[in-house]
Nanobody, 120 residues
Framework: EVQLVESGGGLVQAGGSLRLSCAAS????????IGWFRQAPGKEREGVSC????????YYADSEKGRFTISSDNAENTVYLQMNSLKPEDTAVYSC?????????????WGQGTQVTVSS
């Protein structure tokens, strides 16, 4: 069974940091690109970052460049999102998803999400 489980969310003050984890099971990261998405209340889901199946390519939304870093540990079958200099507008439910065809293709599998709340 394919499963993605996010963890690491929580409450942090503005300017703080969090590291989110996306643990994959039922498949290996060697075969799937992993993306991070977020959805704030009343807003549409938006892409945050993505890492290719090889780990050689990473992508970030403009508002996250320089603050967020995506990485993967294939031995642990886990993808991480290090978030620094957090802002209140980063508050959202963060979810990871897997795509067999790359970061710009459809994502077939989704995790349940983890809440990130940034206080001002």
């Amino acid at each position: 069974e394919v499963q993605l489980v996010e963890s690491g969310g929580g409450l942090v003050q503005a300017g703080g940091s969090l590291r989110l984890s996306c643990a994959a099971s039922g498949f290996t990261l060697d075969d799937y690109a992993i993306g991070w998405f977020r959805q704030a209340p009343g807003k549409e889901r938006e892409g945050v970052s993505c890492i290719s199946s090889s780990g050689a390519s990473t992508y970030y939304a403009d508002s996250e460049k320089g603050r967020f870093t995506i990485s993967s540990d294939n031995a642990e079958n886990t993808v991480y999102l290090q978030m620094n200099s957090l802002k209140p507008e980063d508050t959202a439910v963060y979810s990871c998803a897997a795509s067999a065809y790359g970061c710009y293709a459809a994502f077939e599998y989704w995790g349940q999400g983890t809440q990130v709340t940034v206080s001002s």
